[in-house]
């Protein structure tokens, strides 16, 4: 059963390199093959994880761009993925410079939410993918998100930059969505070798308490390699540790340890 009111979220870390258009393109797949209508919106100018569900970004009649900063319809912008209940709000780089086209820009900061408003009602669990900076893009998503999913990767420095991200909420939460909260911590790229990985996730927790996944996503190359053939890991090799991963932290979310 799909939730009766779609779940919204933001996926953002404004640290890079953490995995996080990765957990986007497998939770949402995961989450698809369960049997939920998925939308996942691209709102990082690489596009990665428009390329990373099959879509061709080259080719894009109407992007995330146009519904941000020509009041494109944001259905007329949402594309099958290669995933069966998976849609895709893509991006591309015409998305680059609306950071600063959306500054002199009418209701600049909630563009996206009055976009999403429109189409929410049509799935049970809406992503969107951040970009990796604290702009005006990722503004529009915490504001139009009901709850944030933040990746954290099992490295050092893993809870750098989250200080900063929790305040932006905070901010948000202050002056333009107040009931927007942090919902999820998912720990990625553990590497059961390193007693750093196991060092890390227990940080985590002890900040985060039961926010932080059970599940953590392993480092593997085959995750790694995945997004080179247009397809999630969980599709691309669904018995792979990654993928069997992917899924156990989807059945989290959807089930509301989240």
């Given at each position: 059963?799909?939730?009766?009111?779609?779940?919204?979220?933001?996926?953002?870390?404004?640290?890079?390199?953490?995995?996080?258009?990765?957990a986007?393109?497998?939770?949402?797949?995961?989450?698809?093959?369960?049997?939920?209508?998925?939308?996942?919106?691209?709102?990082?100018?690489?596009?990665?994880?428009?390329?990373?569900?099959?879509?061709?970004?080259?080719?894009?009649?109407?992007?995330?761009?146009?519904?941000?900063?020509?009041?494109?319809?944001?259905?007329?912008?949402?594309?099958?993925?290669?995933?069966?209940?998976?849609?895709?709000?893509?991006?591309?780089l015409?998305?680059?410079?609306?950071?600063?086209?959306?500054?002199?820009?009418?209701?600049?900061?909630?563009r996206?939410?009055?976009?999403?408003?429109?189409?929410?009602?049509?799935?049970?669990?809406?992503?969107?993918?951040?970009?990796?900076?604290?702009?005006?893009?990722?503004?529009?998503?915490?504001?139009?998100?009901?709850?944030?999913?933040?990746?954290?990767?099992?490295?050092?420095?893993?809870?750098?930059?989250?200080?900063?991200?929790?305040?932006?909420?905070?901010?948000?939460?202050?002056?333009?969505?107040?009931?927007?909260?942090?919902s999820?911590?998912?720990?990625?790229?553990?590497?059961?070798?390193?007693?750093?990985?196991?060092?890390?996730?227990?940080?985590?927790?002890?900040?985060?308490?039961?926010?932080?996944?059970?599940?953590?996503?392993?480092?593997t190359?085959?995750?790694?390699?995945?997004?080179?053939?247009?397809?999630?890991?969980?599709?691309?090799?669904?018995?792979?540790?990654?993928?069997?991963?992917?899924?156990?932290?989807?059945?989290?979310?959807?089930?509301?340890?989240?």
């Amino acid at each position: 059963m799909s939730p009766t009111t779609p779940r919204i979220l933001a996926v953002a870390n404004q640290k890079g390199g953490v995995g996080k258009t990765t957990a986007v393109v497998n939770l949402s797949a995961s989450i698809a093959a369960l049997g939920h209508r998925v939308l996942v919106i691209d709102l990082d100018p690489q596009g990665n994880a428009s390329t990373g569900l099959g879509i061709d970004i080259r080719t894009l009649e109407h992007s995330v761009y146009d519904v941000l900063l020509h009041d494109t319809a944001i259905e007329d912008a949402v594309q099958s993925s290669s995933v069966a209940n998976l849609f895709v709000v893509p991006a591309n780089l015409d998305l680059a410079g609306a950071e600063i086209e959306l500054v002199p820009a009418m209701g600049r900061e909630t563009r996206l939410r009055r976009a999403v408003e429109r189409v929410a009602s049509d799935y049970a669990y809406v992503f969107i993918d951040c970009p990796p900076s604290l702009g005006l893009l990722t503004v529009n998503a915490l504001t139009a998100a009901h709850e944030v999913l933040v990746p954290v990767q099992c490295e050092y420095y893993a809870l750098e930059g989250l200080a900063q991200l929790l305040r932006n909420i905070e901010l948000v939460n202050q002056n333009l969505n107040p009931t927007l909260q942090v919902s999820t911590i998912l720990c990625q790229m553990y590497d059961s070798r390193t007693k750093l990985s196991a060092e890390v996730v227990a940080d985590v927790r002890g900040h985060f308490g039961a926010k932080v996944l059970h599940t953590v996503i392993p480092r593997t190359v085959r995750i790694a390699e995945a997004p080179s053939f247009g397809k999630p890991v969980v599709v691309l090799d669904p018995s792979s540790v990654g993928a069997q991963a992917y899924r156990a932290a989807a059945k989290e979310v959807v089930d509301g340890r989240a």
